[in-house]
T-cell receptor, first 116, second 112 residues
Framework: AQSVAQPEDQVNVAEGNPLTVKCTYSVSGNPYLFWYVQYPNRGLQFLLK??????LVKGSYGFEAEFNKSQTSFHLKKPSALVSDSALYFCAVRDDSPGGYNKLIFGAGTRLAVHP | DGGITQSPKYLFRKEGQNVTLSCEQN?????MYWYRQDPGQGLRLIYY???????QKGDIAEGYSVSREKKESFPLTVTSAQKNPTAFYLCASSRDVGDTQYFGPGTRLTVL
């Protein structure tokens, strides 16, 4: 079955330190992977996606994600965290299974807290 | 939140009432979606539409209905059959199903 998992409910990091938000996936074919961010009482904002090509994908607001096929992971990273990065982050994978109709499957979300 | 609008931002409903949530997009996208978000449960797909005059049930369609009479609009009706409708509702659109989805600002529905 197609799935995506975010193993951490919350990640805490000090401002200025690097951050990583983890995501693992399971798909039958080539993965299409996405990261979104949600601020309180707002809709989700698209950060970046991986379809094919370079394993390091650069996105909005200084975020990047590393695709690792052998580990079936797509972790979100940023070299230096800002307090304003504090939000809820969602990983998503395209469901390419029969009957999945290429819909996106979202993870449960990881809350990132960046402390001054 | 791009070119997707949702209204109202907050909605209060009495038990037994149907309510309709509006979603409009000016991105010329073919596909549109409705999600429900509850604390700690991420996003769950209610309905989606690949094209005008067509829509499909998602994972939690019971108690909800939709229509797609125009490309720009995908209203969601929460019926009295929905037992626990209090939640944050998000609408999204994409060029095609499987493409990057862009989200509206959401509607918070509370049942009194």
């Amino acid at each position: 079955a197609q799935s995506v998992a975010q193993p951490e409910d919350q990640v805490n990091v000090a401002e200025g330190n690097p951050l990583t938000v983890k995501c693992t996936y399971s798909v039958s074919g080539n993965p299409y992977l996405f990261w979104y961010v949600q601020y309180p009482n707002r809709g989700l904002q698209f950060l970046l996606k991986y379809i094919t090509g370079d394993n390091l994908v650069k996105g909005s607001y200084g975020f990047e994600a590393e695709f690792n096929k052998s580990q079936t992971s797509f972790h979100l990273k940023k070299p230096s965290a800002l307090v304003s990065d504090s939000a809820l982050y969602f990983c998503a994978v395209r469901d390419d299974s029969p009957g999945g109709y290429n819909k996106l499957i979202f993870g449960a979300g990881t809350r990132l807290a960046v402390h001054p | 939140d791009g070119g997707i609008t949702q209204s109202p931002k907050y909605l209060f409903r009495k038990e037994g009432q149907n309510v309709t949530l509006s979603c409009e997009q000016n991105l010329n996208h073919d596909a549109m979606y409705w999600y429900r978000q509850d604390p700690g449960q991420g996003l769950r797909l209610i309905y989606y539409s690949q094209i005008v005059n067509d829509f499909q049930k998602g994972d939690i369609a019971e108690g909800y209905s939709v229509s797609r009479e125009k490309k720009e609009s995908f209203p969601l009706t929460v019926t009295s059959a929905q037992k626990n409708p209090t939640a944050f509702y998000l609408c999204a659109s994409s060029r095609d199903v499987g493409d990057t989805q862009y989200f509206g600002p959401g509607t918070r529905l509370t049942v009194l």
